[in-house]
């Protein structure tokens, strides 16, 4: 009998101990019925759902964990759609007070980015870029496509820092900079999942995303903003839907790695410098390269690809110069490894030499 209600004791021990050894394992104010509901979906697709951690296999974002828990924001600080779209008061570069998704998101064609004035790598690239695809997008833009550029250094970036950084890179119509609390901004880059995390190895401070999307239809991609320019408009043209004068992406891709296999120095050129120079067509943002590789010291012209920021700091006086010539539009490096930039140069050799033939070929017929 006395082993009969061992037994027994020993059973009732283990039934009322199994809960609390399940819910110790829990976290802080969690129960075992919530970590039952608990579920992952998309910012972006909210449709998309998962028991578990991992991507959006629409648009690549982190699924974000959902839980009874309420979002830091408070109900005043999120739109009705609240879950996608912070809708926190932010300032143009012209002193406007917005309201991010009431005022520049809802019912509209959007690319977001985020930059900082003072970036000494990605953002003048990006910059530069996102002016190529305001070209080829026309009189779209600020009618059916609307770019944003939003700081993360909004405690360095006013309205008027903004301002004057817009009107260094000619932007038009259509094109917003913007700034404000610091708390809110880092809010938007986490809900629209343009966030980064640390990297020891990179020191511009962000991954230079461009998140695309027609908030009305729910279509949204993200790229890189410093993907090719054209492959950037044709995707951003169907969102609008002028589908019929879209080429195909496919042969785009192919024509591109064509281009790439044929010669390195041409792709390096389109890629890394085509946004801001020419060879022989004058000036961009930068000057006209025609030459360059005659005109200085190849020396001089590897280190301006490499580390410009460097030449500035040491006030070197041609770097000084062409800095004030050009609006203090501070030149990216570019991260090219030695090879690359060696291959970037004599492309430049070859091309210089090109247009003088081409040159003295017309003035002979």
């Known amino acids: 009998m006395k082993r009969k209600y061992a037994k027994l004791l020993l059973l009732g021990m283990l039934t009322f101990s199994i809960p609390i050894l399940i819910n110790s394992q829990l976290p802080a104010g969690v129960s075992f019925a919530q970590q039952q509901e608990l579920e992952y979906s998309c910012s972006m697709h909210p449709e998309v759902k998962s028991k578990k951690a991992g991507s959006c296999p629409k648009c690549g974002m982190t699924l974000k964990q959902k839980s009874g828990e309420r979002d830091s924001a408070t109900s005043g600080d999120v739109n009705s759609d609240s879950s996608r779209f912070p809708n926190v008061e932010l300032i143009t570069q012209d002193g406007k007070k917005v309201r991010f998704y009431d005022d520049l998101i809802k019912g509209k064609v959007v690319a977001i980015e985020l930059m900082y004035t003072t970036c000494r790598y990605n953002c003048p690239l990006e910059t530069a870029r996102l002016v190529q695809l305001q070209k080829l997008l026309g009189d779209r833009m600020g009618k059916e496509v609307f770019f944003y550029s939003i700081t993360i250094e909004p405690e360095i970036d006013t309205p008027k820092v903004l301002k004057a950084y817009a009107e260094k890179y000619h932007i038009g119509p259509g094109w917003t900079f913007l700034t404000g609390k610091d708390a809110d901004i880092k809010l938007i880059s986490k809900k629209l999942g343009l966030d980064s995390l640390p990297n020891a190895n990179d020191p ?71 946004a801001c120079h020419t060879i022989g067509n004058g000036d961009k943002i930068g000057p006209d390269l025609l030459g360059v590789t005659s005109s200085r010291d190849l020396n001089w012209l590897r280190r301006t690809i490499i580390e410009p920021d460097k030449l500035l700091e040491e006030k070197d006086p041609i770097a000084t110069a062409l800095f004030k010539q050009y609006k203090e539009v501070q030149m990216p490096r570019l991260g090219l490894a030695e090879a690359d930039v060696n291959v970037l140069i004599d492309f430049m050799k070859r091309e210089t030499a090109s247009f003088h033939e081409r040159a003295k070929a017309r003035t002979q017929n």
Request: aromatic share 8%; charged share 15%.
């Open 204 to 274: 511009d401070g962000h991954t230079p995303h461009l998140l695309i999307g027609n908030e009305a239809t729910g279509l949204w991609m993200r790229n890189s903003a410093l993907d090719n320019t054209k492959f950037l408009s044709m995707k951003i043209e169907q969102l609008i839907g002028y589908r019929a004068q879209t080429v195909n992406a496919a042969a785009a891709n192919q024509a591109g790695a064509v281009q790439l296999n044929l010669d390195k120095g041409a792709y390096l050129f389109a890629t890394r410098c085509a």
